[in-house]
């Protein structure tokens, strides 16, 4: 890992300008992303665009997220210190990482063995206290649920039911929806049968799979 020196944190304060300007974003998220620097979550052969706002390629053809996007998606989620939040796609872990500086009790999925291995090992190293576990997004995580808030880093061809069904009464689900393009969704469960819906913007995520796609490879 390579240290966050001067240069990383002049980039990253650079990088927060600039999505300032472009958003009206959360100001905890903003702060969360400043201290927490995203250099770590990038492959080295990369690092020289960790700081640029663009999403990167990672391993098993995945990609760590547009930080616009990351700042959007967390801003949505309307996070509050302790609240319990289950992430769909690990990842390169950076927008866990980002969930756990504003305080939220992180718990996160992702389907990939070869990402999910490296990342808990990062977050051990970063001495980040995230749950991890390897499986099927779409079935969520039972044994922790309800849970206040979900955030899905994939695109979903449709509502996932079975995320639906793990939320709490008031919480917050951000999910981008839709085949080729999706639209990111916030989704406000208001009681067992009745959701708010609105949509916050088109974007293009890879795609969400269940366990039968899965590989460990």
Known sequence: ????????????????????????????????????????????????????????????????????????????????????????????????????????????IERHRQLYEETKQLFSSLKLNIATKLGDGYAGWTEFAPFDRIIVTCGAASLPEKLIAQLKIGGIMICPIGEKMQEMTKIVKIDNKNLEITTHGDCNFVPMLSQTEYQSH
């Open 1 to 108: 890992m390579i240290a966050d020196s001067p240069l990383y944190q002049g980039m990253r304060t650079k990088l927060i300008t600039h999505l300032r300007e472009k958003g009206a974003f959360d100001e905890n998220v903003l702060q969360a992303m400043q201290l927490m620097p995203r250099h770590y979550f990038v492959p080295f052969s990369l690092i020289a665009y960790a700081y640029q706002d663009q999403a990167l390629p990672i391993a098993c053809q995945q990609t760590i997220s547009q930080p616009y996007t990351v700042a959007n998606q967390s801003t949505l989620l309307s996070v509050k210190p302790n609240m319990k939040i289950l992430e769909i796609g690990t990842g390169s872990g950076y927008q866990s990482a980002i969930l756990k500086t504003m305080g939220a009790l992180v718990y996160t």
